[in-house]
């Protein structure tokens, strides 16, 4: 404020110095909580490339059975596919397209833990039943996250 400020009244003044104040709290809020949520999707991109490179280590190990093929590649393709999707949908062209993103990569999230459940109920080698729990376990924090973004995105949340 200037000093022509301190002319007008105390309850006029301290009302414009309240709002003033209430402003730029909310805009110093705004850029952290704008900072937070940049933080949050880089560290979920990460953590879905993490997630992609421990399922295909994951899928090496099955590869010994042949009757595993089709799994495997099914397993890999769904579970890669939701970090590519999450990626792609930075660079779409409006809100309806970035959605769409964040739907298929939902429904890859889904779709690879039929697969890990598939996996873990064939009962196969306790070290494998014990991965593919911890795979569908990620899998499931993925799930969420995604279905909570969705419903966001859509104003439903």
């Known amino acids: 404020l200037n000093r022509g400020a301190e002319a007008i009244t105390a309850p006029f003044y301290f009302g414009v110095l309240f709002f003033y104040a209430t402003i730029k709290i909310n805009q110093k809020s705004n850029l952290k909580m704008q900072n937070d949520r940049e933080k949050f999707k880089m560290d979920f991109i990460k953590r879905l490339i993490v997630f992609s490179i421990k399922i ?5 190990t099955l590869r010994s059975n042949k009757i595993f ?30 959605i769409k993103f964040f739907e298929i990569a939902l429904k890859s999230s889904n779709e690879t833990k039929y697969w890990l459940i598939i996996i873990k109920e064939l009962k196969l080698k306790l070290e494998i039943m014990d991965k593919s729990d911890e795979l569908l376990n990620e899998t499931i924090e993925i799930s969420k996250i995604l279905a909570s973004s969705v419903l966001t995105l859509k104003g439903k949340k």
């Open 69 to 98: 093929y089709s799994i495997i590649d099914q397993l890999v393709r769904c579970s890669t596919s939701i970090g590519a999707n999450v990626v792609e949908a930075k660079s779409s062209h409006s809100k309806k397209d970035y």
């Open 56 to 60: 295909i280590k994951f899928s090496e």
